[in-house]
């Protein structure tokens, strides 16, 4: 009976797993129309990590921001199962308590706006402020 029991708590932990990473993979697809780089076995484990530490929902969530995300460093270094489990506790941070979604970078509409950065204009401080309540 052990090894039976064994095995059942494997399958039910891997089925958010599978599909997580059936949802990472769709979302490649959707961005880059090609199928995402999957090792499964390895890129599997880390998502059940995470998955442990933070919830299937939640880690679906991180998916979906990490593959909306405009932060130069994961562009950079690719959309990978790896790089987002790199990058979770960056787009952890970027949540807001109270359960908004922030702009990944609040600082992209300045930029779109008249071509740079300008974190010390009023105007789009308090607009960060608005967003993210901080």
Request: net charge positive; proline share 3%; aromatic share 8%.
């Amino acid at each position: 009976m052990k090894g039976k029991t064994a095995r059942a708590k494997n399958s039910v932990s891997a089925a958010p797993t599978v599909e997580l990473l059936t949802y990472f993979d769709d979302l490649h697809v959707l961005r880059f129309g090609e199928k995402a780089v999957i090792r499964r076995g390895k890129d599997a484990q880390l998502v059940a990590e995470l998955c442990r530490s933070h919830g299937a929902a939640r880690v679906k969530e991180l998916i979906a921001d990490f593959f909306a995300s405009r932060d130069p460093w994961i562009r950079d270094h690719g959309y990978s199962v790896g790089v987002f489990v790199s990058q979770a506790a960056k787009l952890i941070a970027r949540r807001p308590k109270n359960g908004r979604t922030v702009p990944a970078s609040w600082l992209d509409e300045c930029e779109a706006e008249h071509g740079g950065a300008c974190a010390s204009s009023t105007a789009h401080m308090w607009r960060k402020v608005r967003d993210t309540g901080e």
